[in-house]
C-alpha cells in the first residue's frame, strides 16, 4: 500500500465529521478553508454556519456591503481574508458568472488565492491532484522525510512542496491531503507525537530515527522593534464607548480601535492629536505583528474623538461593540478594561506559501 493510499484509508476511519466535509461543493469548501487559516476549528464552527446562511453563494457575497462581510467575520480575526474573500467572490461574479472556477489557473487568480488555498479547494471539491502545505502537514511531512533544516528555507521549502505534490497524485487527492491536515491536527502533534496511531509509522524517518518531537526544527526569529501607542477609552454622555475606524490601506485597514495613534512616549497628552484630554492609565496591552510590537497604553480619557487619524468615529453602547470588527489590540484592552467581549482566535491552521 502506498502512504497515500495509507493516509485516504486511515482518513476515512478516523476523520472528524465537519460541516465542510459533508457538504463538500466548492463554496462551502472554500469559506472553510479561508477560516481555518489561523483559526481553531471549534472557533469556526459558529462562524462558518452563520456566515453560510447569511452568504450561501459567491453571489451573495458579492452583492453584500464590505461592512456587512466585516460584521459578520467580528470575532474571527484577521480581517484581510474577509475583505480578500468579498473581493473574490465579486471577481467571481464578473468573470465566472457566480460559479467557482474548476480551474486552477482561474481559481489562483482571485484575490487571496494562494498555493494553499487553491490546493485545498480546486484538490477537495474539484479533484484536482494539487498539493497542499499548512504548518499541520509541514509538521508531518518534516518528520516523515526527516527534513531537520528550517522547513521556512526556500529549499526545504520546495523539498516539502514536491513531497505533498507526489502524495497529491493520486486518484483522491482531495481525501490525501485532508488526511494530512487531519494526521497533523489529531496524532502527528507538536508534542507527544502518537505515532503508534500513525498510519506512516513504518515509513517514518523522524519516528526510526527517535527525532520526530524535534521536529521541525525552526530558527528564532528575530526581535521585532516595541512601537508605543497611546489610546483613549472615552464615553459619552450616555455611557457609549467611543470608537475609530482605521484607514482603509495599511495595517488593521478599515477596522475599528479605541481612539489613539502612535507616540514617541507613553505621554497621555499625545492623546491631543485625536481630539482627547488623557486622565490615568487604564492598563497596558502588547500585540505582536509579524514585524512590530505594539504596547498600547490605554488611559481613561474625556472629550469627542477627532477623525484626524480615522476615517470616523462612532460611540457603540458596549452591547454592540461584539458585533463591531475591532482590531486585536481593540479587543484585548477593551477586555483588560473590563469590557466583556468573546475570544476568537487560536493556534490554528497556518497557511504556508
Ligand atoms: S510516525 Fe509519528 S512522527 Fe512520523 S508522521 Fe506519524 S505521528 Fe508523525
Known sequence: MSRADALVAWYRAHRRDLPWRRDPRPWPVWVSEVMLQQTRVESVLPYFARFLE?????????????????AAWAGLGYYRRARHLHQAAQQVVERHGGEVPDDPEAFAALAGVGRYTCGAVQSIAFGRRLPVLDGNVERVLCRLYRVEDDPRGPAPRRRLWDAASALADHPHPGEVNQALMELGATVCTPRSPRCLLCPLQADCAARAAGVAEDLPRKAKRKARPTITVVAGLARDPDGAVWVARRPDDGLLAGLWELPGLEA?????????????????????????????VWAVHVYRARGTPTTAHHTAVRAVPEAELPTLALTGPALKALRACGVKLPHRRGAGRKRLS
Open 54 to 70: 447569511r452568504f450561501p453563494t459567491p453571489a451573495a457575497l458579492a452583492a453584500a456591503p464590505l461592512d456587512d462581510v466585516l
Open 264 to 292: 514617541p512616549d507613553a505621554d497621555a497628552r499625545h492623546l491631543a492629536g485625536v481630539g482627547l484630554v488623557g486622565g490615568g492609565e487604564a492598563t497596558v496591552v502588547e500585540h505582536g505583528f509579524t514585524h512590530r
